[in-house]
Every structure is written in C-alpha cells, then in structure tokens.
C-alpha cells in the first residue's frame, strides 16, 4: 500500500474547508426540519391528492434529514482523523528536526 505525502500547509487548508463544509450542511438541518414538520393539514387541504404529496414530501425530507446527518457525522470523523494525522506530522517533524540538530551537533564538536 502507497504512502500519501501532504504538505502541513494543505493539511490545515483541508481541515479548514471541512470545517466550514460541517458549518454549512449543519446550517441546512433546521431548514429541512421545520419545512418538514409543517407537511400537515395546517398547510395542506385534507383532500387525498395533497395528503398523499406531503406524506411523500415529509418523507423525503426526513431521509434529507438522516442524510445530512450521517453527512456531519462522517466529515467530522474525517476532521478529528485529518486533525490527528497534523498533530503525528508535527510531533514526527519535530522528532526528525531534533535528530537532525543533534547530528549537527554531534558534527561539529567533530
């Protein structure tokens, strides 16, 4: 299996593209919420064609519901992993930089 190499800049730009994507879908969740809570008599005649429209409707967006829920729950899966994989980086580069200083060191007493 291939490594993937990713820069710590386009990390962060990644992380923070997600994090505003989670932002944005979390924002929709009420909208969808409350057009579907208002699928009833209130708004709709009880004659069967219109019942028969918003029950489909509602139903719909109950499914757009639990689909952009499971959409936040997984983008932010992907940020606390994205998130840890930056703090392994950094805490590998500064093992890698600390290595590297005390060759330097060792070097140059040589």
């Known amino acids: 299996m291939g490594q993937t190499e990713i820069t710590p800049e386009v990390l962060t730009h990644r992380i ?17 919420k409350a057009i579907r ?9 009880a004659v069967p064609s219109p019942t ?3 029950g489909r409707l509602r139903g719909l967006l109950t499914t757009t519901e639990t689909s952009l829920n499971t959409s936040v729950e997984t983008m932010t899966t992907m ?3 994205l998130a840890a994989y930056a703090r392994d980086m ?8 600390a290595r590297l200083q005390a060759i330097k060191t060792a070097l140059d007493a040589a």
Do not use: F
Request: net charge negative.
């Open 90 to 97: 950094k805490n590998l580069d500064e093992g890698v930089a």
């Open 37 to 45: 809570d208002r699928q009833d008599t209130n708004t709709w005649s």
């Open 79 to 81: 940020h606390e992993e």
């Open 52 to 54: 028969g429209y918003s």
């Open 16 to 32: 923070g593209q997600l994090e505003t994507l989670v932002d944005e879908v979390s924002k929709l969740l009420p909208d969808v």
